[in-house]
C-alpha cells in the first residue's frame, strides 16, 4: 500500500512509525523520502520525566533532577 503511494504521490512521501510500520530500509527501498518519529520521542521523554518526579515525591529530594544519571 505505501509503495502504490509513493507511486501515485506526485510529490515526495513521509510516513510517521506507529506500529506495524515496515523498517526504515524497506520503506526507502519503495521510495519513502523521510521517515517521522512523530510524538513518541516527547512521549518517551514524558515518561522519564514522569519517574524522575515521583522520586522526588517518594524521597522528598531533588537528586533524581539534580543529578539524572545518578
Given at each position: 500500500?505505501?509503495?502504490?503511494?509513493?507511486?501515485?504521490?506526485p510529490l515526495p512521501?513521509?510516513?510517521?512509525v506507529t506500529q506495524g510500520?515496515?523498517?526504515i530500509r524497506d520503506l526507502a527501498?519503495?521510495?519513502v523520502?523521510?521517515?517521522?518519529?512523530g510524538p513518541w520521542p516527547m512521549?518517551?521523554?514524558?515518561?522519564?520525566?514522569?519517574?524522575?518526579?515521583?522520586?522526588v515525591a517518594a524521597s522528598k529530594q531533588y537528586g533524581t533532577f539534580l543529578q539524572p544519571n545518578a
Open positions: 500500500m505505501i509503495a502504490r503511494l509513493v507511486q501515485l504521490a512521501v513521509n510516513i510517521m510500520i515496515p523498517e527501498r519503495v521510495g523520502r523521510r521517515v517521522s518519529l512521549m518517551a521523554a514524558m515518561c522519564l520525566i514522569g519517574q524522575a518526579a515521583a522520586g
